[in-house]
């Protein structure tokens, strides 16, 4: 492999992962414990050397070319040119969404368990959250399409917000269903903000962006970024996608008057660095590695904790751990203190998730292998 996954990005201790040390492990959070492609980060470094930072525009023809070039050859998308929208973010947008698009006290419905940061943005948006739990199967989720359309009946709810793949599960919702969804949305007059943020992570099964299916292009928002494909989530960027004419100058009004000026130029370098053949390398150099760091999480799984189960997962660096039939949430909280190791607890992503932990396994092996072999140890001096 000719890209480095073992050496831990840590030229500046953020407290989040990056810094390694022995005794700790930091397993929340979706970020990635090594450095993005060196393709970006040769090209940050020579905008970096110019020194000169200043007004770049959204309509560049090169950084709206870039991004219908990839949606076409990476993930089978035609995607028109005039149907981009730069923005400062994926919550942003949808943000902007939902205030061009409902009212104060509105419905938007999620599908727990679900992104921690949706709740907080359709509170503080005025909205309200409607939720259309997904059903746990045998180590997968499922669509509750009959509580689904008995949500999308309810005119107050206007907005629906799709993620594929869906976090934290890490699991692509196959094209069948999303053609449920489209043809209840249509029905219904609902608009579906579709988070396609870890679209290019999909590894386990094909990917199908919503626009594409059936009764979908006409009611929907589709959010994606740099954001997990390359490691960039603490940047305020987001590329809006909307087919339809009506809903992308409405979306656009409401982006300005939030106050949208200039596209960062530092993300104009890093797109057209990522949207490339060597950025489409690494990202498949790195779920290859991904796919040994979850070899190697659910043989220790089945070794040391056979009461635990790993959930299915097809895409991305997060895997979903059901505790339930090992203990309780403090006994689980307090076996991975004792571990030293920090994972994000279910009931953070809604009631739906207790008992459940988020893991990140994006990190060198060495840290991983680290992390695994203190829980098993915790759990031993525990007499667990």
């Not at 923005?87 to 921690?116: H, K, N, T």
């Not at 950025?279 to 150099?285: E, L, Q, R, T």
């Not at 895997?319 to 309780?328: A, P, Q, T």
Request: proline share 4%; with cysteine.
């Amino acid at each position: 492999m000719k890209y480095d996954f073992e050496t831990i990005a840590d030229s500046i201790d953020y407290g989040f992962g990056t810094d390694f040390r022995e005794d700790f492990t930091m397993m929340a959070g979706a970020q990635l414990h090594v450095k993005t492609a060196p393709c970006i980060t040769d090209a940050l470094a020579r905008l970096s050397q110019a020194g000169l930072y200043g007004w770049t525009s959204s309509a560049d023809p090169q950084y709206i070319n870039a991004i219908v070039n990839w949606m076409k050859n990476i993930r089978g998308w035609n995607v028109e040119k005039e149907w981009i929208v730069p923005s400062y973010g994926i919550l942003q947008g949808m943000c902007a969404c939902m205030r061009a698009f409902s009212e104060d006290g509105d419905g938007v419905i999620l599908q727990p368990p679900s992104y921690v940061l949706y709740a907080r943005e359709i509170s503080r948006c005025k909205r309200t959250l409607v939720e259309n739990n997904l059903i746990c199967k045998d180590g997968y989720y499922e669509m509750d399409f009959e509580d689904l359309e008995e949500k999308m009946k309810d005119p107050k709810n206007k907005l629906m917000i799709l993620c594929n793949p869906h976090n934290p599960l890490m699991d692509v919702w196959p094209e069948e269903d999303l053609e449920k969804v489209a043809a209840l949305a249509k029905k219904y007059n609902v608009i579906v903000m579709a988070d396609e943020i870890f679209a290019e992570h999909a590894y386990g099964a094909e990917m199908t962006p919503y626009a594409t299916v059936k009764d979908a292009a006409d009611h929907c928002v589709i959010c994606t970024s740099l954001g997990k494909a390359f490691n960039f989530t603490g940047t305020s960027h987001s590329n809006i996608i909307i087919p339809n004419k009506e809903l992308r100058e409405a979306y656009i009004e409401q982006r300005d008057s939030d106050h949208y000026g200039s596209l960062s130029p530092f993300m104009r370098a890093a797109l057209l660095a990522a949207y490339t053949p060597e950025g489409k390398d690494w990202i498949d150099a790195l779920m290859e590695f991904n796919q040994e760091n979850d070899a190697l999480i659910r043989e220790f799984f089945a070794e040391h904790f056979p009461e635990a189960k790993v959930f299915r997962h097809t895409a991305g660096t997060l895997v979903w751990v059901d505790w339930r039939e090992f203990g309780d949430e403090t006994k689980v909280k307090t076996m991975f203190e004792a571990a030293g190791v920090c994972p994000d607890e279910g009931h953070k992503y809604g009631e739906a998730g207790r008992g459940f932990t988020r893991l990140q396994i994006g990190m060198p092996k060495k840290e991983l292998q680290g992390a695994l072999d203190r829980l098993a140890k915790a759990r031993k001096e525990l007499n667990y």
